[in-house]
T-cell receptor
């Protein structure tokens, strides 16, 4: 059964710092992995999607990497800003009980201090 | 706006009420999903529709009844809910199952 873990659950950093958020999954047979951002009480905004054949994806100050064999993905945020404060969720698309679906982690709540 | 619109944004209902949540997407996607997000728990997939056909019901109680009249609209009909059903209900769509998801802003449901 696929399980997704995100550590740490919460993180506070000063503005301008580079930071890494971690996501690990137990079954390496994934189709793709997606990182999302969620502001309090709001829906999820897609940040980056990495296919299983890819090693990384970049968008602006964000870079996501994928190491399927070790069951890990990282989201790197460069030069963090207070506006980056949100909960970051990763989700892996893989089979569970014979059907393909996204399995979500519980997220990392990030606070960037001005 | 992400292209997936959910209404209402907030809903308070009694345990004997009947209400419906609505989701609409104009992205040309053919798959739509309902998720439940409770505090401190991972998102839980409830239902999957692909080309208007339900392809997954993730052991959801019958007090939640989905409806997908076409590929652009998805409803979640609610009746006789329990206080533990209070949560953020999120709708998502994708171009095919497994393609990246686009989420709506959610409906915050409180059952009293």
């Amino acid at each position: 059964k696929q399980e997704v873990t995100q550590i740490p659950a919460a993180l506070s950093v000063p503005e301008g710092e580079n930071l890494v958020l971690n996501c690990s999954f137990t079954d390496s047979a994934i189709y793709n992995l997606q990182w999302f951002r969620q502001d309090p009480g709001k829906g999820l905004t897609s940040l980056l999607l990495i296919q299983s054949s890819q090693r990384e994806q970049t968008s602006g100050r964000l870079n996501a990497s994928l190491d399927k064999s070790s069951g890990r993905s990282t989201l790197y945020i460069a030069a963090s800003q207070p506006g980056d404060s949100a909960t970051y969720l990763c989700a892996v698309f893989s089979t569970t009980s014979g059907t393909y679906k996204y399995i979500f982690g519980t997220g990392t709540r990030l606070k960037v201090l001005a | 706006e992400t292209g997936v619109t959910q209404t209402p944004r907030h809903l308070v209902m009694g345990m004997t009420n009947k209400k419906s949540l609505k989701c609409e997407q104009h992205l040309g996607h053919n798959a739509m999903y309902w998720y439940k997000q409770s505090a401190k728990k991972p998102l839980e997939l409830m239902f999957v529709y692909n080309f208007k056909e339900q392809t997954e019901n993730n052991s959801v109680p019958s007090r939640f009844s989905p409806e997908c009249p076409n590929s652009s609209h998805l409803f979640l009909h609610l009746h006789t809910l329990q206080p533990e059903d209070s949560a953020l209900y999120l709708c998502a769509s994708s171009q095919g199952v497994g393609a990246g998801y686009t989420f709506g802003s959610g409906t915050r449901l409180t059952v009293v």
